[in-house]
């Protein structure tokens, strides 16, 4: 069975840093994508950034390429997202997921179905 958990959130002020992680259960993160998604209050969930299997090209909507970064450690089966100069408008509950070996929808800026597998979520609140 297929487990994700989300860890790292929490409570910050706009310009600080963050770091979530998604802890893998049941699957090798080497051979699937692992996706970030948020959801902001009364928003629709969006991609945020994704590494993929096998080499681990990182792909993000145009909107988050330049702001965020995702990375993997295969040994401990977790992939990171690393969140610099947080603003406000970042508040939100961030998701990883997996299913595809792909990033599929992360360049379009869409929720592929295709991530089936998700975790519970972690929030995140910026304000100052």
């Known amino acids: 069975q297929v487990q994700l958990v989300e860890s790292g959130g929490g409570s910050a002020r706009p310009g600080e840093s963050m770091r979530l992680s998604c802890a893998v259960s049941?699957?090798?993160?080497?051979?699937?994508?692992i996706g970030w998604f948020r959801q902001a209050p009364g928003k629709e969930r969006e991609p945020v950034s994704c590494?993929?299997?096998?080499?681990?090209?990182?792909f993000a909507p145009d909107s988050m390429r330049d702001r965020f970064s995702v990375s993997r450690d295969t040994a401990k089966n977790i992939v990171d997202l690393q969140m610099p100069t947080l603003k406000p408008e970042d508040t939100a509950v961030y998701y990883c997921a997996t299913g595809p070996n792909y990033c599929s929808g992360f360049l379009l800026g869409t929720v592929s179905p295709a991530f089936d597998s998700w975790g519970q979520g972690t929030q995140v609140t910026v304000s100052s």
């Open positions: 590494i993929s299997s096998g080499e681990g090209k990182t």
């Open positions: 049941g699957l090798a993160v080497e051979y699937y994508a």
